[in-house]
């Protein structure tokens, strides 16, 4: 094996006599636990790669349902990390980014100053006619365009978010114009929000956005709704954000009201 396959044994490893027990709870929750206490024990370690489906099903004796399963609880803990086409691989103790809501900073700033490598891979963008959640939240007309920008989001490699903005045209007439970071375009222009206000909501995720975010179909993220403004009060920005709930701690400080 290389350096990014496991080191273990993987005969012994993952064989049925080493992880199943009868009336121990369903196979595909005993063997996530066998390979949930291998990464915590240091038996598989960090960048790691299991080994494929349909080999792992053969070592564990067990079928490839089973197998994805166990996966698909390893992922839900962050125990494990997906990669399209490239396979699943130890993440370690999955590593968690916090992200404050009261102070507004771009996706990119936030994991510079982690010290982790933020990428953007655009899914989409262009100027087209509002639709109506674009209208209120920005104040358009329907004569008016509004400039998308749809990003899946990823941080050393891993994926992290989808966010798709929406802009009044005027504010960005040129969606090609963001390789990276939005706001660093609009402060080039003068047009960065200098308030927000965000909306968090759980929701479980599906389709294609499961399989952008390497997660099994239904699971719990957070969604936020973000609307910028300017100091002027124009509103200038509305986001939906997908965020993984296995990576991401929203956190904000409260402090007393005093009259």
Same mark, same amino acid.
């Given at each position: 094996?290389?350096?990014?396959?496991?080191?273990?044994?993987?005969?012994?490893?993952?064989?049925?006599?080493?992880?199943?027990?009868?009336?121990?709870? &369903?196979?595909?929750?005993?063997?996530?636990?066998?390979?949930?206490?291998?990464?915590?024990?240091?038996?598989?370690?960090?960048?790691?790669?299991? &080994?494929?489906?349909?080999?792992?099903?053969?070592?564990?004796? +067990?079928?490839?349902?089973?197998?994805?399963?166990?996966?698909?609880?390893?992922?839900?803990?962050?125990?494990?990390?997906?990669?399209?086409?490239?396979?699943?691989?130890?993440?370690?103790?999955?590593?968690?980014?916090?992200?404050?809501?009261? =102070?507004? *900073?771009?996706?990119?700033?936030?994991?510079?100053?982690?010290?982790?490598?933020?990428?953007?891979? *655009?899914?989409?963008?262009?100027?087209?006619?509002?639709? &109506?959640?674009?209208?209120?939240?920005?104040?358009?007309?329907?004569?008016?365009?509004?400039?998308?920008?749809?990003?899946?989001?990823?941080?050393?490699?891993?994926?992290?978010?989808?966010?798709?903005?929406?802009?009044?045209?005027?504010?960005?007439?040129?969606?090609?114009?963001?390789? =990276?970071?939005?706001?660093?375009?609009?402060?080039?222009?003068?047009?960065? &929000?200098?308030?927000?206000?965000?909306?968090?909501?759980?929701?479980?995720?599906?389709?294609?956005?499961?399989?952008?975010?390497?997660?099994?179909?239904?699971?719990?993220?957070?969604?936020?709704?973000?609307?910028?403004?300017?100091?002027?009060?124009?509103? +200038?920005?509305?986001?939906?954000?997908?965020?993984?709930?296995?990576?991401?701690?929203?956190?904000?400080?409260?402090?007393?009201?005093?009259?």
């Amino acid at each position: 094996m290389n350096r990014s396959d496991v080191n273990a044994s993987a005969d012994t490893l993952f064989a049925a006599s080493a992880w199943h027990a009868p009336g121990d709870g &369903p196979r595909y929750l005993q063997l996530s636990r066998h390979i949930a206490d291998a990464i915590k024990d240091g038996t598989l370690r960090e960048g790691e790669r299991l &080994p494929a489906e349909r080999d792992l099903a053969d070592l564990a004796d +067990v079928s490839r349902v089973t197998v994805r399963r166990a996966v698909a609880e390893l992922v839900r803990s962050g125990l494990i990390a997906q990669r399209r086409g490239a396979g699943s691989f130890v993440t370690g103790t999955a590593p968690r980014t916090e992200q404050s809501l009261s =102070t507004l *900073v771009s996706f990119t700033e936030n994991m510079k100053a982690r010290g982790r490598i933020s990428t953007s891979r *655009v899914l989409g963008r262009g100027l087209h006619a509002p639709s &109506p959640d674009e209208m209120m939240a920005l104040g358009l007309s329907p004569a008016r365009q509004v400039a998308r920008l749809e990003r899946l989001r990823s941080a050393d490699g891993t994926p992290m978010a989808i966010e798709r903005s929406s802009l009044p045209a005027d504010v960005l007439p040129d969606p090609g114009a963001v390789e =990276t970071s939005l706001y660093e375009v609009l402060r080039r222009r003068g047009q960065a &929000p200098g308030r927000a206000v965000q909306r968090v909501t759980a929701v479980n995720v599906t389709g294609p956005d499961a399989e952008l975010l390497c997660l099994p179909e239904n699971t719990a993220i957070l969604r936020i709704d973000r609307t910028g403004y300017l100091d002027s009060g124009r509103p +200038v920005e509305f986001t939906r954000g997908f965020y993984r709930s296995d990576f991401y701690d929203f956190v904000s400080e409260l402090r007393p009201d005093r009259e």
